[in-house]
């Protein structure tokens, strides 16, 4: 038998012949919730006194809004504990357009935060208040429809960046953007935040941005992109591109068509802040984080790439002697090859110095730390801007080849990303 159509509908999903819905079960659950919710929270508003509210200024006009979006959310707790709070929840676990929203143990915490707070939110403001109108329910419940029913949703990702200040929003790649942001900014848009943000978060530039990753999902997708694999990725990106102490986290808040979903973490080591002097992100270092970005994709084909990212990224937190061990895994997987630590700290020589003076303070630091001495302050930077060449070259498999052929002067040596800049200048 199937369930029995709620008071009120018709057997075309109609509702007093004025909305058109296509869920009239979901329809009717909500908006008993809603009229739950109005009760229970108009009664303690007269009870409290006045709402709260900020006067704001159009056109010369000014307007009192109340602030109803706190008074709800102040009292989700409340909300949560009633009985058709319940029947709500479970009608949206039935429904598979939602699915998207109900992940693991909190699920009906997610579907309760991420749906349900938002459309009584959206309900209320629509009222002005809570006295309750029909039309103001049904435009706001359409708008969930369109959400949940619609070609297409509109996912983002949001994590706080410390290291580098930025002065307006740079494109790095794969829907990544970094934008300059305020504490205040980040509580306005997500509720909570506030408490999980990192230390010192919105006290200086350097700790004032943000991390966002945005993607168009296909109707009836249920699978969340891995946007704390893609942020960790700008970070390592980041770190390559300026050498600074770079960390996001170390949550990130999703999104779904504007509504909230559960926190997830970032990847530990892109959520710890390593040392080192935070910098300016420009235009320049953001198109080279960006161009990054899009080879770090391809490192994932090149065992030996990757683990040299790796071991590099892990040195940055380490102290001696596990740094200098680190950075000579990385060397070693960069540029030995088959031929082992002394061939990759002279191809490394060869590829970063630009005249034979540099080559010979590169090599005599290298195979220092290839003797396994400890190394100085530079070698961190001189394993950067060496995994920078080999990522942004075209072929790193030839590029061995290339390096051996110069050194021999078999051939001009290589010219990579950094000869090219200083050319340029």
Not at 29 to 45: I, K, S, V, Y
Not at 177 to 184: D, E, K, M, S, Y
Request: aromatic share 6%.
């Amino acid at each position: 038998m199937g369930r029995a159509v709620c008071p009120g509908h018709d057997r075309c999903g109609r509702y007093n012949g004025n909305v058109k819905v296509r869920s009239p079960h979901l329809y009717g659950a909500l908006r008993d919730l809603c009229l739950a919710a109005f009760a229970l929270l108009g009664t303690e508003a007269e009870r409290s006194g006045e709402i709260p509210f900020v006067v704001e200024e159009h056109g010369g006009l000014y307007e009192y809004r109340p602030l109803l979006r706190d008074h709800v959310e102040a009292r989700t707790a409340s909300l949560a504990q009633l009985e058709d709070a319940r029947l709500a929840i479970a009608e949206l676990r039935r429904e598979p357009a939602a699915a998207i929203f109900a992940r693991g143990d909190g699920a009906d915490r997610t579907l309760f935060h991420g749906i349900v707070v938002p459309l009584l939110v959206a309900t209320a403001e629509a009222c002005g208040g809570f006295d309750w109108e029909d039309g103001a329910f049904n435009r706001t419940y359409v708008e969930l429809e369109q959400s949940l029913f619609g070609t297409g949703r509109a996912y983002s990702a949001t994590a706080p960046l410390v290291g580098v200040s930025v002065r307006a929003a740079i494109d790095l790649a794969r829907g990544v953007q970094v934008r300059p942001t305020t504490a205040a900014d980040l509580g306005a848009a997500f509720p909570g935040a506030l408490m999980v943000l990192p230390a010192r978060f919105g006290e200086e530039s350097v700790r004032s941005s943000v991390l966002t990753f945005e993607r168009e999902l296909p109707a009836g997708e249920v699978a969340l992109p891995d946007a704390p694999g893609e942020l960790a990725d700008a970070v390592t990106a980041l770190r390559l591109a300026t050498g600074a102490p770079v960390a996001a986290g170390p949550v990130v808040f999703e999104q779904l068509d504007r509504h909230p979903l559960e926190l997830r973490a970032i990847l530990g080591i892109a959520a710890t802040e390593p040392s080192g002097e935070p910098t300016r992100l420009d235009a320049w270092r953001g198109q080279l984080a960006a161009d990054l970005l899009e080879r770090l994709d391809e490192s994932e084909c090149d065992p030996a790439l990757g683990e040299a990212l790796e071991f590099w990224e892990l040195a940055l937190f380490e102290a001696e002697p596990m740094r200098s061990e680190r950075l000579r895994e990385a060397l070693s997987a960069l540029l030995g090859g088959v031929d082992g630590l002394w061939a990759a700290a002279m191809r490394a020589a060869t590829l970063l110095g630009e005249t034979s003076q540099d080559r010979a303070v590169l090599v005599e630091e290298l195979r220092a730390l290839a003797r396994g001495e400890r190394t100085g302050a530079d070698a961190p930077e001189t394993l950067r801007r060496a995994l920078v060449e080999v990522l942004l070259c075209e072929d790193p498999a030839r590029l061995l080849a290339a390096l051996d052929e110069a050194m021999l002067g078999l051939r001009p040596r290589p010219a990579g990303y950094f000869s090219a800049r200083a050319s340029a200048a």
